[in-house]
């Protein structure tokens, strides 16, 4: 195939990975919109490894080659990330679109991502000779930025089974289909004997990176949520001087008074 | 180095140019699969929908090493079936084609729909035709059209 490697096996796809300098093309969505001169495709849809939903007793593993359609259609996925997918582009984009595509695509603005950072998720990255898990701040670090070695490979994301149960999900753009975020906001909330142990909020779009900030989160973390109203103004205020805004069309203003509100919402959906 | 085998409309074919092509261009201009329409190359408009192992693609977002071993159905062969017969009906009878430059990939975007769900709500209609813009605005036609053709083809999808 000219300018072009196709692999069965997840195996045959790493060794072409390691002996050449292919691009890794699994929806080809965005990769077609670079349209890079002078590339070459590794085409991985039909490896199997890659194309699976499975669970085991920590993780939902989502393969890297997995559509936001076959995703939507699979009981294993959970809500939060269904809601979020439920809303990227329309149904020719989802049907080509992939989990690993997101995240590789480095864009701050990709809808599943932002979903993996608040629901704490990993990656298992595999080449020639090794593999490893890495957690999702690890492996999407900032636009167009990943923490990526020449020859790996993301093979799978790895969604928490537990926990993901209380959630808010939000995606501002312009319109309701084939909207590029201007602002997305993905939060976990999590409730023990009374008391607040997650409160996991990320922003997507509005600044380089996605953003989340633990330690304003560590705030909450085991309060009643009577106790954490009272902390509630405060943890805004550190929101608002932290957040980072980007000059976007809609202007930094606009996305920082988003977050904030998405922010205020998520809270008060739980009582908070 | 192997071409790039595919099935074009029923008819399997050998690709000898360039894996990184995009399929819009390599449809259009070597296979002279004019119903493909150019509208955006940014898979926003939905002009240049095809149906790749019966999924519906924007071929504009597609290389063409992408479909080696695939199948792919464009309006010049998906003409041929009694579906859009029911479904070139339905378009006519409540004048849901203005210009037509939205009209071929509509009516993929509409076969898509109705081979999942042959019996769509309004609310689905719109949501399966929500990648393919009609610049005449003539959306509410086209979604009675497809909503016409789910009746009076009863049976077909």
Redesign the interface.
């Given at each position: 195939?000219?300018?072009?490697y196709?692999a069965s096996s997840l195996k045959e796809a790493l060794t072409i990975l390691a002996e050449t300098n292919a691009v890794p093309?699994a929806?080809?969505?965005d990769?077609?919109?670079e349209?890079r001169p002078g590339?070459?495709?590794l085409?991985l849809?039909?490896i199997p490894e890659l194309r699976s939903i499975t669970a085991d007793e920590r993780y939902i593993r989502i393969g890297a080659a997995v559509t936001f359609?076959e995703a939507l259609a699979s009981p294993l996925v959970p809500p939060l990330m269904k809601e979020a997918v439920s809303h990227i582009?329309?149904?020719?984009?989802r049907?080509?679109g992939t989990f690993g595509g997101n995240i590789g695509n480095g864009s701050d603005k990709a809808d599943t991502v932002v979903v993996e950072f608040a629901a704490d998720a990993k990656a298992r990255i595999v080449s020639k000779e090794k593999e490893r898990i890495a957690d999702i701040d690890k492996v999407f670090l900032s636009r167009k930025h990943l923490g990526l070695s020449d020859g790996e490979l993301i093979a799978e994301i790895l969604l928490p089974r537990k926990g993901l149960e209380r959630y808010a999900y939000t995606k501002v753009g312009g319109r309701?289909?084939?909207a590029v975020s201007f602002v997305s906001f993905a939060g976990v909330f999590g409730l023990e004997n009374g008391r607040i142990t997650n409160a996991a909020a990320a922003f997507g779009a509005a600044g380089d990176a996605v953003q989340r900030y633990r330690d304003i989160e560590k705030s909450l973390i085991g309060k009643t949520p009577d106790e954490a109203k009272k902390v509630k103004a405060d943890y805004l205020r550190a929101y608002e001087e932290r957040i980072l805004v980007n000059q976007s069309r809609v202007g930094p203003e606009y996305q920082r008074i988003v977050c904030l509100n998405l922010l205020n919402d998520f809270l008060s959906r739980f009582g908070v | 180095?192997?071409?790039?085998r595919f099935v074009l409309n029923g008819k399997e074919t050998e690709y000898?140019?360039?894996?990184?092509e995009?399929l819009l261009d390599v449809l259009r201009n070597q296979y002279r699969c004019t119903s493909i329409k150019c509208g955006c190359?940014?898979?926003?408009c939905?002009a240049c929908?095809v149906l790749i192992d019966g999924?519906?693609?924007?071929s504009?977002?597609?290389?063409a090493?992408?479909v080696?071993?695939s199948s792919v159905v464009t309006l010049e062969g998906y003409r041929e079936t009694a579906r859009f017969a029911a479904l070139e009906k339905a378009f006519a009878a409540v004048s849901a084609v203005q210009c037509g430059f939205c009209t071929p990939g509509m009516i993929l975007?509409a076969e898509?729909?109705l081979s999942k769900n042959p019996h769509p709500s309004e609310d689905e209609i719109r949501?399966?035709l929500?990648?393919?813009f009609c610049r005449c605005t003539g959306y509410n036609a086209i979604v009675n059209a497809v909503s016409g053709a789910a009746k009076e083809g009863n049976g077909l999808w």
């Amino acid at each position: 195939m000219v300018n072009g490697y196709t692999a069965s096996s997840l195996k045959e796809a790493l060794t072409i990975l390691a002996e050449t300098n292919a691009v890794p093309y699994a929806g080809g969505t965005d990769l077609m919109l670079e349209n890079r001169p002078g590339v070459k495709y590794l085409f991985l849809k039909k490896i199997p490894e890659l194309r699976s939903i499975t669970a085991d007793e920590r993780y939902i593993r989502i393969g890297a080659a997995v559509t936001f359609t076959e995703a939507l259609a699979s009981p294993l996925v959970p809500p939060l990330m269904k809601e979020a997918v439920s809303h990227i582009a329309a149904p020719a984009i989802r049907n080509a679109g992939t989990f690993g595509g997101n995240i590789g695509n480095g864009s701050d603005k990709a809808d599943t991502v932002v979903v993996e950072f608040a629901a704490d998720a990993k990656a298992r990255i595999v080449s020639k000779e090794k593999e490893r898990i890495a957690d999702i701040d690890k492996v999407f670090l900032s636009r167009k930025h990943l923490g990526l070695s020449d020859g790996e490979l993301i093979a799978e994301i790895l969604l928490p089974r537990k926990g993901l149960e209380r959630y808010a999900y939000t995606k501002v753009g312009g319109r309701q289909s084939q909207a590029v975020s201007f602002v997305s906001f993905a939060g976990v909330f999590g409730l023990e004997n009374g008391r607040i142990t997650n409160a996991a909020a990320a922003f997507g779009a509005a600044g380089d990176a996605v953003q989340r900030y633990r330690d304003i989160e560590k705030s909450l973390i085991g309060k009643t949520p009577d106790e954490a109203k009272k902390v509630k103004a405060d943890y805004l205020r550190a929101y608002e001087e932290r957040i980072l805004v980007n000059q976007s069309r809609v202007g930094p203003e606009y996305q920082r008074i988003v977050c904030l509100n998405l922010l205020n919402d998520f809270l008060s959906r739980f009582g908070v | 180095m192997a071409d790039i085998r595919f099935v074009l409309n029923g008819k399997e074919t050998e690709y000898h140019g360039s894996a990184t092509e995009r399929l819009l261009d390599v449809l259009r201009n070597q296979y002279r699969c004019t119903s493909i329409k150019c509208g955006c190359r940014e898979g926003e408009c939905g002009a240049c929908a095809v149906l790749i192992d019966g999924i519906l693609h924007n071929s504009c977002c597609v290389a063409a090493g992408a479909v080696d071993g695939s199948s792919v159905v464009t309006l010049e062969g998906y003409r041929e079936t009694a579906r859009f017969a029911a479904l070139e009906k339905a378009f006519a009878a409540v004048s849901a084609v203005q210009c037509g430059f939205c009209t071929p990939g509509m009516i993929l975007a509409a076969e898509a729909l109705l081979s999942k769900n042959p019996h769509p709500s309004e609310d689905e209609i719109r949501e399966g035709l929500s990648g393919n813009f009609c610049r005449c605005t003539g959306y509410n036609a086209i979604v009675n059209a497809v909503s016409g053709a789910a009746k009076e083809g009863n049976g077909l999808w």
